[in-house]
């Protein structure tokens, strides 16, 4: 569920942007997946001895997986993208980018381990990426265009500069 608020945030952000929207979407329809993940469930694990994963579940589990993996690739590139246009958020980009050779790393190194290891790997490293964006989303937030300094820091800059005496 809190995927599916990120990407609600990441398309009011970039709204203007078309490429933007496309990705703030595809990760809300990753948010969504992740979600049905939990109701559509598999039967067995496949290192489970006979293990056949043939139940309506199962099945549905199966197609929703490929549709949230889509769409989370969709996501970083089409966002990745997006940012790169957009001047406020031009410093996210490459960390959002990153995100797709890395979870192929992670899904490498550790597909020694087992299946199981590496889907957990790669899983980590989309959530890290996707909780990065949002971590930008707050910093960036009731940025509109340019961004301001914020009264804060305009204070301290305010302050180390008095007005000489009239």
Known sequence: MLVIALGIGVWLALRPSRLGRVGAAAVIVAGAGTFLDGIFRLDCQGIDVACTNDSWHSHAHKIESASTVGAIFVAFLALALALRRTATWRDTWIPVL??????FVANIAFSSIGDGAATRAGTVVVFSALGFLGLRLVQKAGCVGTCHTTPVVE??????????PA
């Open 155 to 164: 204070r301290e800059r305010r302050d180390s500069n008095p007005r000489p």
């Open 98 to 103: 990153s995100a797709v050779p890395s979870i």
